[in-house]
T-cell receptor, first 106, second 116 residues
């Protein structure tokens, strides 16, 4: 079993839909990251959080340390949100989930 | 302030050749991390370096792979005698201090290595 599990692996949505991507982990961490990777492109850090909730524009990330679970929400999704979203947990180094491929259709 | 820079962005090597991947961290960052992303797989940690020191190389294959981060110049990930299974995207990231200190990590654009 991977130390970091993401669900779903693939997600297709219609423009405007509310999207949730989940991440569960089994190890002790000091922080959790949500990253975005576009096809053929680099990796952008969206959030780093160790408790509670953070919001940036249409993106919201939450974490429950006791349950070892985090969610990434996208409100009013748009085709430009199409990308791979990666959860990574931080100990002495980053351990990554397999990623969630999100496709938002117009 | 330029971000993390990697070059080349694309590298094609024949089996048996050497591949050298370079990573210039953000200005003021002295900690560098290398990650590999195999086709259709997630990112995997390879090595963590500080200037002139390898801090954690537990993710590096035991043979053919080496990394350095000299006092001057970029960090280098070197792969000797490449094989087709080395084809992947290699990302580096940098931070100003240790991750355990709560510092953000910034990723480079990656080098896509293709072994023919």
């Amino acid at each position: 079993k991977n130390e970091v599990e993401q669900s779903p692996q693939n997600l297709t949505a219609q423009e405007g839909e509310f999207i949730t991507i989940n991440c569960s982990y089994s190890v002790g961490i000091s922080a959790l990251h949500w990253l975005q990777q576009h096809p053929g492109g680099g990796i952008v850090s969206l959030f780093m959080l160790s408790s509670g909730k953070k919001k940036h524009g249409r993106l919201i990330a939450t974490i429950n340390i006791q349950e070892k679970h985090s969610s990434l929400h996208i409100t009013a999704s748009h085709p430009r949100d199409s990308a791979v979203y990666i959860c990574a947990v931080r100990g002495s180094r980053l351990t990554f989930g397999e990623g969630t491929q999100l496709t938002v259709n117009p | 302030n330029a971000g993390v820079m990697q070059n080349p962005r694309h590298l094609v090597r024949r089996r048996g050749q050497e591949a050298r991947l370079r990573c210039s961290p953000m200005k003021g960052h002295s900690h560098v991390y290398w990650y590999r992303q195999l086709p259709e797989e997630g990112l995997k940690f390879m090595v963590y370096l500080q200037k002139e020191n390898i801090i954690d190389e537990s993710g590096m294959p035991k043979e053919r792979f080496s990394a350095e981060f000299p006092k001057e110049g970029p960090s280098i990930l070197r792969i000797q005698q490449v094989v087709r299974g080395d084809s992947a995207a290699y990302f580096c990231a940098s931070s100003p201090k240790r991750l355990a200190g709560g510092y953000e990590q910034y990723f480079g654009p990656g080098t896509r290595l293709t072994v023919t």
